[in-house]
């Protein structure tokens, strides 16, 4: 877990309190199948697997400065911020490195500052490196083959797509919210890489099953078909019911069968390599909730706590959708 709490400005959303439920957990792990791992802050030359030398020195450059906005989404930096994405790339890694090491295995990142809408030159979107980008990065340059990375944070990962746009050993879907921040991820972008980079735009108030039928019809094949060594997962809990900054009614028990899923996909498509990496989530108890139900299905479990309940319900349609992409991306049933 890496909390970076220097890495705070007053009334933002995205804060170090988004992790304060979860601090207990260091010494006391909710599920004895979890081992914490110790990490470094990652080297510059292994952020550079996506980012460019002069991105991070201007990033340095304006941590230095202190305490001020990025860009009017509102990022932000203070003085510990450069450290702080340094940190929140090297536990990924760490983790990343873990499954790669023993040749399967399921992890959790569980880190801030989050980084799918890092591009490669540009920090934004809340986000300063990408770290779910270089952990794929990091796995593809070590003889992984092919790597899977599945968005299923409200918002579209414009940064990790951006990452790979070019990237033939690296496949990415997005199942995101439509027009929300920051607008990229319409279904039609990406027409050079159909088959490989897949975005799914949602309607507002999509639910769980919508999301389930999706990864079944959809990220199912597109799994097979690329025929990626590792799952990795970029797991945004802001599509909760509960959170403020976004529509989608996803809840609890939600998460823990979506988990439950990608791990069976793992395990048919990927030789049981899963990575998941925290993205966005901005209700703290129901991110803790949240976070939780999915290491409870990675551990194997189905006792987790949930303060929330069942979603008031949403939209489960999106059978018309479905054809569409599977025509789109040329994707099979078997
Ligand atoms: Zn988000």
Redesign the pocket.
């Known amino acids: 877990m890496h909390a970076a709490p220097g890495h705070a400005c007053p009334g933002h959303p995205e804060s170090p309190r988004r992790l304060d439920r979860m601090q207990t957990w260091l010494n006391n792990p909710p599920y004895p199948e979890m081992l914490w791992l110790d990490h470094q802050p990652a080297s510059e030359a292994e952020v550079m697997l996506v980012h460019p030398k002069s991105m991070l020195d201007d990033l340095k450059a304006a941590c230095r400065m202190g305490p001020h906005e990025l860009e009017p989404s509102p990022t932000y930096v203070t003085e510990a911020s450069y450290q702080a994405a340094l940190g929140a790339a090297g536990a990924t890694l760490a983790v990343s490195r873990r499954i790669l090491a023993e040749g399967r295995g399921r992890g959790f990142a569980i880190v801030r500052p989050p980084g799918h809408h890092a591009e490669p030159k540009q920090s934004m979107g809340f986000c300063l490196l990408n770290n779910i980008a270089i952990a794929a990065a990091d796995a593809v340059a070590g003889g992984l083959g092919k790597a899977a990375i599945l968005d299923f ?3 579209h990962g414009n940064g990790t797509q951006a990452a790979f746009w070019n990237t033939p050993q690296v496949g990415y879907l997005s199942i995101h919210e439509e027009k929300l921040y920051p607008g990229t991820g319409r279904v039609d972008s990406a027409s050079h890489a159909y088959g490989r980079i897949i975005n799914i735009p949602l309607q507002a108030f999509s639910d769980t099953k919508a999301f389930m039928t999706l990864i079944e019809k959809v990220a199912a094949p597109w799994l097979r078909q690329l025929d990626a060594h590792m799952l990795f997962v970029s797991a ?1 809990y ?1 599509i909760h019911f509960s959170d403020p ?2 529509t989608s009614t996803l809840d609890t028990q939600g998460f823990f069968q979506l988990t439950q899923m990608l791990i069976r996909l793992a395990e048919e498509y990927c030789q049981g390599r899963i990575l998941f990496v925290l ?2 989530g901005y209700d703290p108890q129901a991110l803790a909730d949240n976070v939780q139900a999915c290491l409870a299905a990675l551990c194997g479990r189905s006792d987790y706590p949930d303060h929330f309940g069942k979603s008031p319900g949403g939209r489960a349609m999106v059978g018309a959708q479905i054809e569409n992409l599977i025509l789109r991306h040329h994707l099979s049933e078997d």
């Open positions: 944070d409200a918002h945004g802001d900054l976004t993205e966005g």
